[in-house]
């Protein structure tokens, strides 16, 4: 089966690939693939039943009766699904996202959603975030970006996030998740963070949503005829 326009954009936490992704994919009028969430929804499941994520057989059990989708609201927002039930705002909570990169390093977990994201691919033009989408997901994706941005200013973002959801933290403790989570998703063995070597990186620290947006745009245009 032919394919669509596979756009990556990868990067740690708080660098604002996931702004960049859903702005892109609007420009665009492309699919948009927010691979974190599917890892949070694992996650909350993976709570919700209190499994040992060691267990390897219990999480393949799990993983056979799982099934995770994406829907727009009346307002456009993409909502997740976990079993036909919108986790969209529990998967965010701060202990599901720290399970969630946990559970991230678990092989069995990673092969599972791999698949389930490489078949969502086939159904058109897309852009997809995460954070191994364009060196182990989508090694032949047609554009790959890294974006990244300094440990302070991401986590001004991140803790500007916790608040908007009613969250009350101190920069200090988000900046040391932030580090704890870094090292954890560049050292893992499946699918370590990095950039593919044929990414663009993009700094985003000094820059405005705007200008993140325009650069990558630049790029796709001058490489593909998508106008």
């Known amino acids: 089966m032919k394919r669509g326009i596979i756009i990556t954009?990868?990067?740690?936490s708080g660098a604002g690939k996931g702004t960049l992704a859903r702005a892109i994919a609007k420009r665009l009028g492309y699919s948009y693939l927010d691979t974190g969430a599917m890892y949070r929804a694992i996650a909350l499941l993976i709570h919700r039943k209190n499994i040992n994520i060691d267990n390897e057989k219990r999480l393949s059990e799990m993983l056979l009766q799982t099934h995770i989708s994406f829907e727009r609201d009346?307002?456009?927002?993409l909502r997740v699904f976990l079993n036909r039930e919108d986790v969209t705002e529990e998967i965010r909570a701060p202990e599901i996202s720290k399970l969630s990169s946990d559970v991230a390093t678990k092989k069995v977990v990673r092969d599972y959603l791999r698949g389930m994201q490489r078949r969502i691919a086939l159904k058109g033009n897309i852009v997809t975030e995460g954070r191994d989408m364009g060196t182990y997901v989508f090694p032949n994706a047609d554009f790959k970006f890294y974006i990244d941005a300094s440990l302070s200013e991401r986590a001004r973002r991140?803790?500007?996030q916790l608040k908007e959801s009613g969250i009350k933290v101190s920069i200090e403790e988000v900046k040391s998740d932030i580090e704890g989570r870094d090292k954890q998703d560049k050292e893992r063995l499946e699918s370590p963070l990095h950039p593919a070597p044929d990414a663009v990186i993009i700094d985003t620290t000094n820059l405005t949503v705007d200008k993140a947006v325009e650069k990558i745009m630049k790029t796709i245009m001058e490489g593909h005829n998508l106008k």
Do not use: A, L, T
């Open 74 to 77: 009346q307002n456009s927002n």
């Open 158 to 160: 991140r803790r500007i």
């Open 9 to 12: 954009i990868d990067g740690p």
